[in-house]
């Protein structure tokens, strides 16, 4: 894990967005290759007053773990990462450990890795293990459960896989999406996950067909609501306080600056046929569908977060939805596309479309 760790130190030294990261991408082959030791575990013990947990080693996935036990620390964490954590220390909540031979390591619990370096001149039975932080981009590597990525490590390292390229374009984790993330014990809707941890939506298959709606007026219909919420909700069950029309996404329509969402919904003129590329910005939550799909999940209460997926349409109109909603503090909201002959760019007012009466 030496190049991990280069990594790793790289990450405390510059800051971005209020955290002490550098962008990486780090592939789960690097992370493989530079790991001594891989080994299943579970949570054993919580002491959140303390800010201690162990982690008894189960299956050993690759070297020899000398660990039935590890003590882990994680108060002396970076940021609000200590605050984070305490709730994915459920007993029994699976976890998976990366170390080397220098006791540097990687922990996968949740759906995050988080970093620890362990007591590398103490005997196992009396070592303890210190976090550092959360690796907030390494959700890009992978971020999928617990056994999902056992399954997949054994599976590459049993030469029945190729490892999964890391996605540049998965959001970086934040505290919102972490206190959002269910934990181990808890009911998990995949649809509903934050955006971080979503697996990231791509439709390329078959181009879809248009619907190419009769008669239809410039701009969009949209439906505006008020009420507190931390994720957008159920849109069909709630009652507009407004509706009306604009000519694209935008706060504008809003009548206040916290506890509202929106629902903006019409038509999409595709020019050519190929795969388009949907991005939604947004501080908070955020979602945007081609018909019944949902092509972008940027979900829960955060600040600004960039998400997006991919779909193969074929040239027409095509019916799209975009959601949004606003708990409080700054707020943001804009849609983005790229596809064939077309770069990433705000989708115009001029192909955007809602039905209108004859």
Same mark, same amino acid.
């Given at each position: 894990?030496?190049?991990?760790?280069?990594?790793?130190?790289?990450?405390?030294?510059?800051?971005?967005?209020?955290?002490?990261?550098?962008?990486?991408?780090? @592939?789960?082959?690097?992370?493989?290759?530079?790991?001594?030791?891989? %080994?299943?575990? *579970?949570?054993?013990?919580?002491?959140?007053?303390?800010?201690?947990?162990?982690?008894?080693?189960?299956?050993?996935?690759?070297?020899?773990? *000398?660990?039935?036990?590890?003590?882990?620390?994680?108060?002396?964490?970076?940021?609000?990462?200590?605050?984070?954590?305490?709730?994915?220390?459920? &007993?029994? #909540?699976?976890?998976?450990?990366?170390? =080397?031979?220098?006791?540097?390591?990687?922990?996968?619990? /949740?759906?995050?890795?988080?970093?620890?370096?362990?007591?590398?001149?103490?005997?196992?039975?009396?070592?303890?293990?210190?976090?550092?932080?959360?690796? $907030?981009?390494?959700?890009?590597?992978?971020?999928?459960?617990?056994?999902?990525?056992?399954?997949?490590?054994?599976?590459?390292?049993?030469?029945?896989?190729?490892?999964?390229?890391?996605?540049?374009? $998965?959001?970086?984790?934040? &505290? !919102?999406?972490?206190?959002?993330?269910? %934990?181990?014990?808890?009911?998990?809707?995949?649809?509903?996950?934050?955006?971080?941890?979503?697996?990231?939506?791509?439709?390329?298959?078959?181009?879809?067909?248009?619907?190419?709606?009769?008669?239809? /007026?410039?701009?969009?219909?949209?439906?505006?609501?008020?009420?507190?919420?931390?994720?957008?909700?159920?849109?069909?069950?709630?009652?507009?306080?407004?509706?009306?029309?604009?000519?694209?996404?935008?706060?504008?329509?809003?009548?206040?600056?916290?506890?509202?969402?929106?629902?903006?919904?019409?038509?999409?003129?595709?020019?050519?046929?190929?795969?388009?590329?949907?991005?939604?910005?947004?501080?908070?939550?955020?979602?945007?569908? $081609?018909?019944?799909?949902?092509?972008? =999940?940027?979900?829960?209460?955060?600040?600004?977060?960039?998400?997006?997926?991919?779909?193969?349409?074929? @040239?027409?109109?095509?019916?799209?939805?975009?959601?949004?909603?606003? #708990?409080? /503090?700054?707020?943001?909201?804009?849609?983005?596309?790229?596809? !064939?002959?077309?770069?990433?760019?705000?989708?115009?007012?001029?192909?955007?479309?809602?039905?209108?009466?004859?």
């Amino acid at each position: 894990m030496n190049k991990a760790l280069a990594v790793a130190a790289l990450l405390a030294l510059a800051r971005l967005d209020g955290h002490a990261y550098v962008e990486a991408l780090y @592939p789960l082959q690097q992370v493989l290759a530079e790991s001594t030791v891989i %080994a299943e575990g *579970t949570v054993e013990s919580h002491d959140p007053q303390k800010k201690i947990a162990t982690v008894k080693i189960g299956k050993t996935l690759k070297g020899k773990c *000398t660990y039935d036990l590890i003590r882990i620390t994680y108060g002396g964490g970076q940021f609000w990462h200590p605050e984070a954590v305490p709730k994915h220390f459920v &007993k029994g #909540a699976p976890t998976l450990i990366f170390y =080397n031979d220098a006791k540097q390591a990687e922990m996968y619990m /949740g759906r995050f890795f988080i970093q620890l370096y362990g007591d590398a001149g103490a005997t196992p039975e009396k070592a303890w293990w210190s976090m550092t932080h959360i690796e $907030i981009r390494m959700n890009r590597t992978f971020n999928g459960t617990v056994p999902q990525l056992s399954e997949t490590v054994q599976n590459v390292l049993g030469g029945k896989a190729k490892p999964p390229a890391p996605d540049p374009k $998965i959001p970086p984790i934040d &505290k !919102p999406h972490v206190a959002a993330l269910p %934990a181990h014990g808890e009911a998990v809707d995949e649809a509903k996950l934050p955006a971080s941890f979503a697996q990231r939506i791509v439709k390329i298959g078959k181009p879809r067909d248009a619907e190419n709606p009769g008669a239809a /007026g410039k701009g969009l219909a949209f439906q505006y609501y008020e009420g507190s919420w931390t994720a957008l909700p159920e849109f069909e069950k709630l009652k507009p306080v407004k509706s009306g029309t604009f000519e694209r996404p935008a706060l504008q329509a809003a009548n206040r600056p916290e506890g509202f969402a929106l629902r903006f919904t019409g038509f999409l003129e595709v020019a050519r046929e190929g795969v388009y590329t949907f991005t939604t910005s947004s501080n908070d939550g955020s979602a945007l569908f $081609i018909g019944s799909v949902r092509v972008v =999940n940027n979900d829960h209460h955060h600040g600004v977060v960039e998400a997006s997926g991919e779909i193969a349409l074929k @040239p027409g109109k095509h019916s799209i939805t975009v959601t949004y909603f606003q #708990a409080g /503090g700054s707020q943001a909201l804009e849609v983005f596309w790229e596809g !064939p002959e077309l770069q990433k760019q705000p989708i115009p007012a001029a192909v955007l479309f809602r039905p209108v009466t004859p």
